[in-house]
C-alpha cells in the first residue's frame, strides 16, 4: 500500500532559527514528490516538485532533498519568518494512470517572534 | 504557472440545501480532478477522483449520493453536496493534473457552513 508518512507532526520554532522536516515514502513506482504549503483556510501552494534523479531543489529559503534509494525526502527551512508558519504537505505520485498522489498528514509549523 | 480556480471561495446555506462548488482548471486540460475536504488542524481527505467524461470513482466512507461529482469537461469538474447537514461544514479543496505531466495543482479552496 502507498504511504507517506511525515514527521514531526507539528513544530514550534522562533524566527531567525533554520528547520527540516522530514517525509518517508513507500509509493511505488516512484514518479515525483512535492512539498506544499497550506495556509490556514487557503489551498496548498506549491514549494518543490522533484523527480527520482532529482536530489536537491531550492526555492528561496525552502530547499528539498530527495533520496529515492531510501525513500526519504526533507525539506529545510532557512531563516524562518513569521510568515513561514503554515502546514507542509509532502506528496508523492506514483508513474502510469492518472498519477494519483498520495498525501502525508503534514507538518504543522508555528514561527514565534 | 497554471491556475485552477474554486467558486465559490466560501458559502453559507440551510439545512437540507444542495450547495454546488466549481473547480476549474484555468489554462490546462485537466485530465484528472480530485476533491477534497479538510477539517480545521487536520490534514487532506481525498473524497474522491474524477477523468474527464467518466463517472467519478468514490474513497470508502464517502456517499456518492451524498456527494455528487461531475466532470464534464477538460476544465471543470463540480462537486454537489446534496441535502446538507451541519456536519458537512468543511473546508473542500479541488486539485488537477495532466497526464502529460502529472503535476498537481491546487484551487483556493471552498469553506462551506451548514446552519
Known amino acids: 500500500k502507498n504511504q507517506v508518512e511525515q514527521s514531526p507532526q507539528s513544530l514550534i520554532i522562533l524566527e531567525g532559527k533554520n528547520c527540516t522536516l522530514q517525509?518517508?515514502?513507500?509509493?511505488?513506482?516512484?514518479?515525483?514528490l512535492r512539498w506544499y504549503k497550506q495556509d490556514t483556510g487557503r489551498g496548498p501552494v506549491s514549494l518543490t516538485i522533484m523527480t527520482f534523479s532529482e536530489n536537491t531543489k531550492s526555492n528561496g529559503r525552502y530547499t528539498a532533498t530527495l533520496d529515492a534509494d531510501t525513500k526519504q525526502s526533507s525539506l529545510h527551512i532557512t531563516a524562518s519568518q513569521l510568515s513561514d508558519s503554515a502546514s507542509y504537505i509532502c506528496v508523492v505520485s506514483a508513474r502510469g494512470g492518472s498519477y494519483i498522489p498520495t498525501f502525508g498528514r503534514g507538518t504543522s509549523l508555528i514561527v514565534h517572534p | 504557472g497554471a491556475v485552477v480556480s474554486q467558486h465559490p471561495s466560501w458559502v453559507i446555506c440551510k439545512s437540507g440545501t444542495s450547495v454546488k462548488i466549481e473547480c476549474r482548471s484555468l489554462?490546462?486540460?485537466?485530465?484528472?480532478m480530485f476533491w477534497y475536504r479538510q477539517f480545521p488542524k487536520q490534514s487532506l481527505m481525498l473524497m474522491a477522483t474524477s477523468n474527464e467524461g467518466s463517472k467519478a470513482t468514490y474513497e470508502q466512507g464517502v456517499e456518492k449520493d451524498k456527494f455528487l461529482i461531475n466532470h464534464a469537461s477538460l476544465t471543470l469538474s463540480t462537486l454537489t453536496v446534496t441535502s446538507a447537514h451541519p456536519e458537512d461544514s468543511s473546508f473542500y479543496i479541488c486539485s488537477a493534473s495532466t497526464r502529460m505531466t502529472g503535476e498537481l495543482f491546487f484551487g483556493e479552496g471552498s469553506r462551506l457552513t451548514v446552519l
Open positions: 489554462d490546462f486540460q485537466a485530465t484528472t
Open positions: 517525509c518517508n515514502y513507500t509509493v511505488s513506482p516512484f514518479s515525483n
